[in-house]
């Protein structure tokens, strides 16, 4: 690993140009969508949002036209998805569609998936879950139990998947299953990812309720589901490999440090025009934090551009990401004289409310700070 | 361009800048050998146009021997001479070939041909030949003066914690060589956006040395029967030394990226704090890491680290970029807060107004 592998890297122009447009769509839809909302982030569900989105050809982008994309560059789509999540618009529904399981379907999957299930996906109308972990398998993903078999030309599942976000809302869940003995297959083999209907008979889906009270994960179970043979995507027992390619997708995006935005658009409006010395100081630090951050995810953005997989590079943009979020409550709640209040309070006290108590989640989704920094040993060879 | 800039200074600085010479430099000798091969290579005037002998290298170009000078932790004002001599081109001057160095901390004034005044923490000031800097005249304008060292009535010797010469330039009716106004495209804070913008990149060049330098230690010194980098309490050190390395080198990247238009100076302010901040949590990982050897004077770490420690002060402290960075932010309002982010034209950022 080097890091002058992570170099600086402009939008391009004609990705810019997108700005403007998207920013004005976001003015007019979201015009009374009120802080305490925007604070949601990527967690806010609005199907009729996104099927608006699907519309205005801002879903799959970077899809091959034949199957609804624009074919547009990675860099068209960063412009798109961060002034969604800085506006705080409703993106929960197909967010996880858009950023990792479109593009595995389009590089893992057959001619006649791609088909079946892409063109949907850039409507904004079909929804996908990720069901990787599991009661006895979070860092260690290695140790799923849930198991696929073939059985009469398709496939059986058994098991449970949890903490699965909008599973109770999703059309289809791209699972990682067991289609092969551990001992047999050594650790990172005999595993397979499997694209789920989750209307299928067998399967139950109950909401989790988190700290806060809201209902985004769910547990999911399979109990002898009957799938038939194109359920698998990609090859038998490469099950480890695809979701490894997958993560870094969902590790470098914008969306590992814009969580908290809300609460600096609402901090800075607390303050007013006139900050004292330690506000300024601490929306400035917080500024070039941000900055350097989207600098970096572009770096990123760069290289999975151009095929590569850079696994080290994205775990140091979740990683500082995660704590540039976590940080974003802690240090406005100390700010402007204002004390979080679920219900009442001004706009900022709501914000602050929200977000400190989602907060903790976000250094775990996606891979936990002790998971990511292994990641960025091993790049530096120490594992 | 860039690539054989970086294959050429990285070369010239790993044979030349030992530790025996940064010895030496921190007992008060110049390098001779140094900056005259640095010379023999072009760098000094490595921005400036061919006709006055340079090779017309943009910022992006000359970002690549500006962060090697901080790997190497050269000692000379070779950056300083970089951004002197684009300045004093900018200002439809002409680009100096002996040393020179820059002064952002100024109270000149300028009247007829002649200055007063103090130049404060002057890098290299009493090795250099002469000083850019900028000086008010009696209408009050903003005038690119170019200061004969020799011309000062007193130089007092400062240094930092790495033994930089950092000095104290007294001029009493100086004669100058050479003046312009500053060209309107640029602001009065031009000279300490340029340092540290600069030092930002050589920052980046330390902290990325000092990433190389510590995991191959932790690779090596054994205890309790395994390397110590098998720890995963080690480990997860070096990431966060690498992801502060990654930061640092990205944010000054993107700085030099927009500065041929001029010093853009919002971006600057996000490099010098990133990079200043990322400085001290990374001399202390690199400490940490290395027990008690890294303490010493014989091991080489602290040339990096007593480095870091300065250079994140100078030109402007992470402290004092973000109080500015967060007054302009806060002037822009919420709304203005995320158009400003993602567009350079909305982010005209000024220290000192002209
Ligand atoms: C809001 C939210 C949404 C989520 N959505 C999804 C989803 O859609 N799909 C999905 O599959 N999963 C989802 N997850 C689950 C997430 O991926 C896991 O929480 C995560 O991988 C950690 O697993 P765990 O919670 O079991 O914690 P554990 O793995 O039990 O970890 C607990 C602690 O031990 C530490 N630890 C574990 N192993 C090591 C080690 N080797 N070295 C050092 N420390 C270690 C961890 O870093 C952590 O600090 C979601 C989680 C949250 C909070």
């Known amino acids: 690993m080097s890091i002058s592998e992570f170099s600086y890297s402009a939008i391009p122009a004609d990705a810019e140009q997108l700005r403007a447009a998207v920013r004005a769509f976001l003015q007019d839809v979201l015009h009374d969508y009120p802080a305490e909302k925007r604070a949601y982030s990527w967690m806010g569900f609005d199907a009729e949002f996104s099927r608006l989105l699907g519309k205005k050809g801002w879903l799959g982008m970077a899809l091959p036209k034949q199957y609804g994309g624009a074919e547009a560059s990675p860099f068209s789509r960063y412009v798109i998805i961060e002034e969604l999540l800085a506006a705080g618009a409703p993106v929960s529904a197909h967010w996880i569609a858009d950023r990792q399981s479109a593009p595995l379907i389009l590089r893992f999957g057959t001619e006649a998936q791609r088909e079946k299930y892409l063109p949907s996906i850039c409507r904004g109308e079909s929804y996908f879950c990720i069901g990787m972990s599991e009661p006895n398998s979070g860092s260690d993903l290695a140790s799923i139990r849930s198991t696929a078999k073939r059985a009469n030309g398709g496939w059986v599942l058994d098991g449970q ?160 990401g995660n704590v540039l979020e976590q940080e974003l409550p802690e240090i406005l709640q100390g700010v402007v004289d204002e004390q979080p209040q679920v219900v009442g309070g001004s706009a900022h006290a709501k914000v602050l409310a929200y977000l400190t108590q989602m907060a903790p989640s976000f250094s775990l989704r996606g891979g936990t700070r002790e998971i990511l920094r292994g990641i960025i040993a091993r790049g530096l060879g120490l594992r | 361009m860039r690539e054989l800039f970086e294959s050429t200074i990285e070369r010239v600085l790993s044979d030349l800048c030992t530790s025996d010479l940064l010895r030496e430099a921190e007992s008060g000798e110049w390098p001779v050998a140094l900056w005259r091969t640095l010379e023999d290579n072009g760098f000094p005037l490595a921005g400036a146009p061919e006709m006055v002998g340079g090779a017309d290298a943009c910022w992006s170009d000359l970002f690549v021997i500006i962060r090697a000078l901080g790997r190497f932790v050269a000692p000379v004002p070779l950056a300083e001479m970089i951004v002197g001599n684009w300045l004093l081109e900018q200002s439809g001057l002409n680009a100096r070939s002996d040393i020179l160095s820059i002064a952002s901390e100024s109270n000149l004034t300028l009247v007829g041909a002649r200055v007063s005044g103090e130049l404060r923490q002057v890098p290299w000031g009493r090795f250099a030949d002469s000083v850019v800097t900028l000086a008010n005249d009696e209408a009050g304008q903003l005038n690119v003066v170019l200061l ?81 980098a098998a720890f995963q309490a080690i480990q997860q050190q070096l990431a966060v030394l690498a992801e502060q390395a990654a930061a640092a080198s990205v944010a000054a990247e993107a700085a030099f990226a927009g500065a041929d238009q001029g010093i853009p100076t919002f971006s600057v302010a996000a490099a010098k704090i990133s990079a200043s901040d990322a400085a001290s949590q990374a ?43 967060g007054k302009h932010v806060c002037a822009a309002g919420a709304e203005g807060f995320w158009p400003m982010l993602t567009n350079p034209e909305l982010q005209n950022l000024s220290i000192t107004q002209k």
Request: hydrophobic share 45%.
């Open chain 1, 161 to 320: 998947k949890v903490w699965t976000t909008n599973a109770q809302h999703s059309h289809y869940m791209i699972a990682l299953m067991r289609t092969g003995d551990k001992e047999t297959s050594g650790r990172h083999g005999g595993m397979s990812q499997f694209i789920i209907d989750l209307q299928t008979p067998g399967i139950t889906i109950r909401p989790i309720a988190d700290l806060a009270g809201g209902e985004h994960f769910n547990e999911v179970f399979f109990d002898s589901v009957q799938l038939g043979e194109d359920a698998l995507i990609g090859e038998e027992g490469r099950g480890w490999d695809q979701v490894t390619a997958e993560l870094a997708f969902e590790r470098s995006g914008p969306e590992r440090f814009l969580s908290s935005i809300a609460v600096i658009h609402t901090a800075i409006a607390a303050i007013g025009p006139h900050p004292d010395a330690f506000q300024a100081r601490e929306i400035g630090k917080i500024t070039a934090r941000l900055l350097t951050l989207r600098n970096m995810s572009l770096g990123v953005t760069k290289q999975l551009s151009e095929g590569k997989n850079p696994a080290w590079a994205a775990s140091c943009v979740k990683d500082l």
């Open chain 2, 283 to 325: 001399a202390a990982i690199g400490h940490s890491v290395h027990g008690a050897i890294g303490f010493t004077q014989e091991y080489a770490l602290h040339n990096l680290t007593r480095r870091l420690w300065s250079w994140r002060s100078e030109f402007g402290s992470s402290t004092f970029w973000s109080k500015a960075l």
């Open chain 2, 148 to 228: 004969d060292v020799a011309t000062a009535e007193r130089v007092r010797q400062g240094t930092n914690i790495a033994s930089e010469a950092r000095d104290q330039l007294s001029f009493s009716s100086a004669a100058i060589v050479m003046s312009a106004l500053l060209p309107a495209h640029l602001d009065g804070d031009v000279l300490l956006a340029a340092g540290a913008m600069v030092r930002s990149a050589q920052i980046s060049g330390a902290i990325n040395e000092l990433l190389v330098m510590t995991a191959s230690y932790a690779g090596e010194r054994k205890q309790f029967g395994k390397p110590i």
